[in-house]
């Protein structure tokens, strides 16, 4: 594992879409890093729209392979998800990101960029808010991003009792992100190794047979069976059938993993929620479960 360097003041972080485009003005997430002391550089894509991208995948990539290549830029802060960066990602050379890593930030469709890079470099990167989530992001949420990108302590501890979480302890690297995007990659390049890691998962506006199809296909392509933890982020704007499914998708999740002992560790405050806190991917955590509580600690 070769981690990035973290942040200092006066380093320069690039704002790039690699996926769907930005319509609101975003200046304020700009000032919030600049704030932090950070110098922002915008990538044309920021600003630019081709239907529901941020320009055609061809100016996407070059501006993703730009901020890739740079040694002046110290990190990557995705400008939004939505859906693209699939398009793009067997584009990218990243050959000079592997020799001289640096930071990579988002969520949701950029899942993909989490999960090709610990796949085929294991590099740690970032889950957590992106420039156009700022503008929504809880505080707290925020410092968490800070904290990890400038390597300060960025463990994460929670209460939870919505749902029985199933209690234990694993020490593992934390792997995972959008479910949906973790489904749709399973078999290409990008694809993570789950045997022996700590999975999170989350998700947003799915039906909950969806959900359920989804965690069936991971689970028979043999991804479950060998996990140390799982850890249950944010499942928001959920939908039901008309003729219910039948289950919670707190439900749905247990019942994929109920032969298996690994602790599992609901309602996570990660995912497509004001309050979405940083995860770091890639790194050794100890994860602890107990029947409310629950502490992600990172490991040096």
């Not at 690039?14 to 700009?30: E, L, N, T, W």
């Not at 400008?79 to 990243?94: A, E, K, Q, S």
């Not at 469709?109 to 929504?136: E, N």
């Not at 059938?241 to 298996?260: M, N, P, R, T």
Request: net charge positive; hydrophobic share 40%; charged share 25%.
């Amino acid at each position: 594992m070769k981690t990035p360097p973290y942040l200092q003041s006066g380093d320069k972080v690039a704002i790039v879409c690699p996926a769907g485009y930005i319509k609101p003005d975003i200046s304020q997430a700009y000032a919030m890093l600049e704030s932090w002391g950070l110098e922002v550089v915008v990538a044309p894509s920021v600003s630019t729209q081709k239907n529901q991208f941020a320009g055609d995948d061809a100016l996407r990539t070059a501006d993703l392979q730009q901020a890739l290549d740079d040694k002046e830029i110290k990190a990557i802060i995705a400008g939004r998800g939505g859906y693209g960066t699939v398009r793009i990602i067997d584009r990218l050379n990243f050959t000079k990101f592997k020799n001289n890593p640096k930071w990579l930030v988002g969520f949701s469709d950029i899942t993909v960029l989490h999960s090709h890079i610990q796949r085929q470099f294991g590099i740690p990167t970032i889950h957590g808010q992106m420039a156009k989530s700022f503008l929504d992001a809880s505080p707290a949420s925020l410092l968490s991003l800070k904290k990890a990108l400038f390597g300060k302590k960025s463990d994460l501890k929670y209460r939870f009792s919505g749902f029985p979480n199933r209690s234990g302890e694993a020490e593992a690297i934390l792997v995972g992100g959008n479910l949906a995007i973790l489904h749709s990659i399973i078999g290409s390049r990008s694809d993570i190794k789950y045997d022996n890691k700590i999975l999170f998962i989350e998700d947003v506006g799915e039906a909950h047979y969806n959900i359920d199809r989804m965690l069936w296909t991971l689970k028979r392509a043999k991804k479950l069976d060998k996990l140390k933890g799982l850890i249950v982020g944010g499942f928001t704007d959920m939908r039901d059938s008309s003729a219910s499914f039948g289950q919670s998708i707190e439900e749905i999740i247990l019942d994929k993993v109920q032969e298996y002992d690994f602790p599992v560790a609901f309602g996570c405050p990660v995912g497509h929620i004001a309050d979405n806190r940083t995860l770091i991917l890639g790194q050794q955590i100890k994860l602890s479960v107990q029947k409310t509580k629950i502490s992600i600690h990172y490991i040096d």
